[in-house]
């Protein structure tokens, strides 16, 4: 597992080799929220989380057991009793793909230690029932797919992406320039020799684009303010 820290805040390290390794990813988001990623529920779970959360000062974790599987029980708990210790906010993502322990692993860490899930419903399993989300949020197998390679990349307009089918996630960004500003401020007879006449751009924060994840960190980042608010 590579180390995490200074990683910007826009960018996903995935592992060259991901044939054996439990977690598929892991970055920092927004500066101080560990994004962990599964593929499946594996023996060395545990000690992957473990490590990736070694380098970074962070105020809670995002658990994407999104297309997730495995077959490991002794893994569930070792993870679950991890996530007990560390005591921080945690969020869990799933969607109709996770299966297998993978849904067991959501429920326990849901049940034991009040991880909120957001996604879709999950597959049914052989001990249990399919996990229906706390937040359901709406988005295609497709997009899903696309967005957790990099959440931060537009996507193409369609019925899940669109702000309506997300939650109105998406910020509006108002694309008038301080040039057409002025041109109006003109027009209605207050001209000021003084007005900038050119836009001076400022590069444009990267917000996740990717509507499950969004709530995920936003709810994290509204835990941390809550705290530091009690402390």
Same mark, same amino acid.
């Given at each position: 597992?590579?180390?995490?820290?200074?990683?910007?805040?826009?960018?996903?390290?995935?592992? &060259?080799?991901?044939?054996?390794?439990?977690?598929?990813?892991?970055?920092? =988001?927004?500066?101080?929220?560990?994004? =962990?990623?599964?593929?499946?529920?594996?023996?060395?779970?545990?000690?992957? !989380?473990?490590?990736?959360?070694?380098?970074?000062?962070?105020?809670?974790?995002?658990?994407?057991?999104?297309?997730?599987?495995?077959?490991?029980?002794? &893994?569930?708990?070792?993870?679950?009793?991890?996530?007990?210790?560390?005591?921080?906010?945690?969020?869990?993502?799933?969607?109709?793909?996770?299966?297998?322990?993978?849904?067991?692993?959501?429920?326990?860490?849901?049940?034991?230690?009040?991880?909120?899930?957001?996604?879709?419903?999950?597959?049914?399993?052989?001990?249990?029932? /399919?996990?229906?989300?706390?937040? %359901?949020?709406? %988005?295609?197998?497709?997009?899903?797919?696309?967005?957790?390679?990099? /959440?931060?990349?537009?996507?193409? /307009?369609?019925?899940?992406?669109? /702000?309506?089918?997300?939650?109105?996630?998406?910020?509006?960004?108002?694309?008038?320039?301080?040039?057409?500003?002025?041109?109006?401020?003109?027009?209605?007879?207050?001209?000021?020799?003084?007005?900038?006449?050119?836009?001076?751009?400022?590069?444009?924060?990267?917000?996740?684009?990717?509507?499950? =994840?969004?709530?995920?960190?936003?709810?994290?980042?509204?835990?941390? !303010?809550?705290?530091?608010?009690?402390?």
């Amino acid at each position: 597992m590579m180390a995490l820290a200074g990683l910007p805040a826009a960018q996903i390290s995935s592992r &060259a080799d991901t044939t054996a390794a439990a977690l598929a990813k892991a970055a920092v =988001l927004e500066n101080d929220i560990l994004y =962990l990623r599964a593929s499946h529920v594996g023996k060395n779970m545990a000690e992957e !989380i473990q490590f990736a959360a070694t380098t970074n000062k962070i105020i809670g974790t995002v658990l994407d057991l999104r297309f997730a599987d495995g077959d490991d029980p002794g &893994a569930v708990k070792a993870v679950a009793n991890l996530f007990a210790a560390k005591k921080l906010p945690l969020t869990i993502l799933v969607n109709g793909e996770t299966r297998g322990e993978a849904v067991a692993l959501a429920a326990i860490l849901h049940e034991a230690h009040e991880g909120l899930i957001f996604g879709s419903t999950t597959r049914e399993t052989k001990s249990r029932g /399919p996990i229906q989300p706390d937040v %359901a949020v709406k %988005a295609s197998p497709d997009d899903e797919r696309a967005l957790m390679e990099d /959440p931060y990349a537009a996507q193409a /307009p369609n019925e899940t992406n669109s /702000p309506a089918a997300t939650n109105n996630l998406l910020p509006f960004v108002d694309h008038t320039s301080e040039a057409d500003l002025v041109r109006a401020k003109i027009k209605d007879g207050d001209e000021d020799e003084n007005l900038p006449m050119e836009r001076i751009t400022e590069p444009q924060k990267p917000f996740i684009r990717d509507p499950v =994840l969004a709530r995920a960190v936003d709810l994290i980042k509204g835990l941390a !303010i809550v705290r530091a608010s009690h402390s």
